[in-house]
């Protein structure tokens, strides 16, 4: 179940993705010992998106599809600026704004205290049009704070990019949409699961576990101590 409540198409861009992911070992499979995600779902999956940053050879390709994703798919000509999330989205947000030749800024999750913008670090003059940069979403909502803070600071945002996108529970996009905005990401536990079957990554059995969880996310959640 996704986030409009049907399943995510994989894509080759989703599928190379997560291939990426899985070689890097970025990726855990752990259904007898399910993690509790920040946002308080039980979940048999877990990934790292953060791990990538060491590799070199594959976050180049990986960046490489994102800015081809980017170009295809939001008014690219019009994005003044990419500004990372503190802190995850802020390498990710550097790659991409150097293989651009566009600016780069990063948000706080709270204001310094201090100083102008004191959320937003970077030039960002009134009326830019700056795109939001995660490593991961799980539900959307916490994007928003930065999505608040960008505008609160004189930005249009209507585009959101992250590396990795849960795409299981259902209404996980509802508040960025309220919000005006649209979520663009590289992969989904559909593009891991399809590819770690295929190279055998894991037990059967803990394949099974996630596709039992990517069945009936929230049944799933609730049966194993998440919300």
């Not at 990372?84 to 704004?97: K, N, Q």
């Not at 608040?148 to 945002?157: N, P, S, W």
Request: glycine share 8%; with cysteine.
């Amino acid at each position: 179940m996704s986030a409009d409540n049907t399943k995510p198409s994989t894509t080759p861009t989703g599928l190379e993705a997560a291939k990426i992911l899985l070689d890097i070992k970025a990726v855990n499979f752990r259904p007898e010992e399910p993690y509790i995600l920040t946002s308080g779902w039980a979940s048999p999956v877990y990934i790292d998106c953060r791990w990538l940053i060491s590799f070199p050879t594959e976050r180049a390709r990986m960046m490489d599809l994102a800015v081809e994703m980017l170009k295809a798919n939001t008014d690219f000509a019009k994005i003044d600026a990419f500004a990372g999330g503190e802190t995850a989205g802020i390498p990710y947000s550097a790659w991409i704004s150097q293989l651009t030749d566009k600016p780069m800024l990063y948000v706080r999750k709270k204001a310094k205290g201090f100083g102008r913008n004191a959320q937003i670090e970077g030039n960002m003059p009134e009326g830019s049009h700056v795109l939001l940069v995660e490593d991961l979403a799980t539900d959307g909502a916490s994007k928003i704070t930065f999505i608040d803070a960008l505008r609160k600071a004189g930005a249009t945002v209507s585009d959101v990019f992250v590396v990795f996108f849960y795409g299981a529970f259902p209404g996980a996009l509802d508040s960025l949409k309220k919000s005006g905005v649209n979520m663009h990401y590289l992969a989904t536990w559909w593009d891991v699961l399809e590819v770690a079957e295929k190279e055998k990554s894991f037990s059967p059995e803990a394949i099974q576990g996630v596709r039992d969880f990517l069945a009936d996310p929230l049944r799933w959640s609730k049966d194993h101590g998440g919300k």
